[in-house]
């Protein structure tokens, strides 16, 4: 394989941060935000070790990045995902004026950037994201389907 793209060589550090979320036998969701060509924050899902319904790791990215740039307004900012955002992230992302999402696997169940919904570039909120889906989608998809493959086989065994 030739030289990597941006847009690969982000979605690899959001796949960074997903390996932490398996690790911590949580759905392995992770997420960088880029600006000015640089990672500026980085988060994955934990929802389970936090208790915390909001603990996703796109609103653990935000969180970090509006600190970092010291405003809620993220405009400018790619965020990188590795999977579909749901309604509440993609809310969250059309809230904080991000500019770009690039999503590695799409979610059939529950997206929100064109699966289900597609609150990302709904023309009736005051803003729209611009998105690019499938990048590294099989890296993407085949790890968290590995994670739900060993819950399944562990379930069988207890």
Known sequence: MGKLTDDERFMKAAIVQAKKAYALEEVPIGCVIVSEGKIIARGYNRRNTEQNTTSHAEMNAIRKASKKLGDWRLEGCTIYITLEPCQMCAGAIVQARITRAVIGSMNAKAGCAGSVLNILEMPEFNHQV?????????????????????????????
Do not use: A, N
């Open 130 to 158: 611009e998105v690019t889906r499938g990048i590294l989608q099989e890296e993407c998809s085949q790890m968290l389907s590995g994670f739900f493959r060993e819950l399944r086989e562990k379930k069988k065994k207890d």
